[in-house]
């Protein structure tokens, strides 16, 4: 730098005379216009200056020019509107941001000091890494969602809107064979309206509008390397339900208050119970109790498995299960303002290959085929019509029928309680599993 400016001025002195008569040495001898940098700008300073005392010479000194601001690095600082920003780039350490912790009660109080606890608390560093992550995610998503999901909105364009964002900060597509079993959706979209409960999510042709005067159940999972965070919440745009929602969070705040290492599955929904029904809610001026759906149930989490085989319960009862160190719970309660139970209803979208498949011969052969992308996209994760339609898949209901008729696939109905009824939903991951704390995986500002 310091040798550009001396060579600047020895050209300058000697064409002051060049400078005086009104002619400029703007161009390189080329003839292609020199590019301005820092440089430049000295020379300007430099070159004023010698030409206010040369014979003349303007009296009017040159103002410096404004020097150009680095260019930015490229990497974003923050998420998106809508959310497409993949979230490694928002942590380039590589280190995602912990749920709530919880320290263990009573008799497991001892854990939160005790050594050996913390070392094996220490070992599951990746594990818990992956499930922050995919976290991080749900949160981010669920965030802009709560903001941007109105009346008019069809659940077709609303259930997309959550999924793009998904699949973009976990950065799988998942239309490259394989992709979707890195990373990306780990539950399908539910959009469940007013008496329908679970599992409902828009087939290919749904034109369902969502409107002011409903009450909907978001609930949608992202997982990173099989780990999936199952969160939900219901979403309503009336303040006449406000206390249908806040008895149901209070219930899924409850579980996971009461939930722990060696605590009893009847305890945990004995307590839920207490809190869910201890409310009312007061529609078109009728009193209407919140009841808990006594046939829905949280459950625990296993790798690339929704299901792993213990329930939860939101009413007492007598399951004398035990919650064990190193398991992962989906604490979620519903309540309703119907009869307080669910059935299988309407057009089915939810499916999942079973872990446990039996090994048996298929005789049509679209079932073949189809089998076989499952397999490869989705393995024993839940997936909905929609995700074959976008794979290329077609015509394939009868072969998609008979693997669930073969025992292979396992199709999730939409539950519904009576027409005419409300019910709400609120649910969270909770790690219950760490030997020191548990740590309530998906919680957010916004519940």
């Known amino acids: 730098m310091a040798a550009k400016v001396s060579e600047g001025l020895e050209k300058l002195q000697l064409d002051q005379s060049k400078k005086s008569n009104g002619t400029s040495s703007g161009t390189t001898s080329g003839g292609i216009e020199a590019e301005p940098d820092e440089s430049d700008d000295d020379k300007d ?58 320290d263990y009660r009573n008799e497991n ?43 008019g909105q069809t659940l077709t364009e609303i259930a997309e809107g959550i999924e793009d964002g998904v699949r973009a900060l976990t950065g799988h597509n998942g239309l490259e064979e394989g992709d979707n079993i890195k990373g990306g959706i780990g539950f399908p979209t539910g959009l469940n309206l007013n008496h329908i409960a679970a599992h409902y ?35 309503t745009f009336d303040p006449v339900y406000d206390n249908l929602l806040a008895a149901v969070r209070d219930g899924t705040n409850t579980g996971i208050r009461e939930a722990g290492i060696d605590v009893r599955m009847s305890d945990i929904g004995a307590a839920i119970q207490e809190a869910m029904e201890s409310y009312e809610v007061e529609l078109n001026g009728q009193t209407y109790p919140v009841k808990c759906i006594r046939n829905l149930n949280g459950h625990d989490i296993v790798q690339y498995s929704i299901h792993g085989g213990k329930s939860v319960p939101i009413v007492k009862g007598g399951d004398q299960t035990k919650m064990e160190e190193g398991e992962v719970f989906a604490i ?41 992308v499952i397999n490869k996209n989705f393995g024993t994760l839940p997936f909905c019509r929609r995700y074959l ?9 009868l072969g998609l029928n008979n693997l669930v008729s073969s025992g292979i696939v396992e199709a999730y109905p939409p539950l519904v309680d009576i027409k005419g009824s409300y019910t709400a939903q609120f649910e969270h991951v909770t790690i219950l599993l760490r030997p020191t704390v548990k740590e309530v995986i998906s919680r957010g500002d916004d519940y």
């Open 45 to 102: 300073d430099d070159g004023g200056a010698a030409d206010a005392g040369a014979p003349g010479a303007a009296k009017k000194k040159k103002k410096r020019k404004p020097k150009k601001k680095k260019a930015a690095s490229g990497v974003p600082k923050a998420q998106s509107d809508p959310p497409r920003v993949l979230l490694s780039n928002l942590f380039p350490n590589g280190q995602y941001p912990e749920g709530e912790i919880v």
């Open 109 to 151: 109080s001892y854990r939160t000091t005790n050594e050996e606890k913390r070392h094996l608390d220490r070992m599951k560093i990746d594990f818990l890494n992956d499930y922050r992550q995919g976290a991080e995610i749900h949160r981010q998503v669920r965030q802009w969602a709560q903001k941007n999901i109105k009346p």
């Open 201 to 235: 999510s828009p087939n290919a042709g749904n034109k369902t509008v969502l409107q002011y005067g409903d009450v909907m159940k978001v609930d949608f999972g992202v997982h990173v390397n099989g780990w999936i965070v199952d969160s939900a919440w219901t979403l």
């Open 332 to 372: 979620e309660t519903f309540g309703s303002t119907g009869k307080g139970y669910v059935r299988d209803d309407l057009e089915t979208s939810h499916y999942a290959k079973k872990p446990e498949a039996p090994n048996v011969s298929l005789r049509v052969s679209s079932a073949r085929t189809l089998l076989n």
């Open 389 to 397: 339609d976008r794979l290329g898949q077609d015509k394939y209901l």
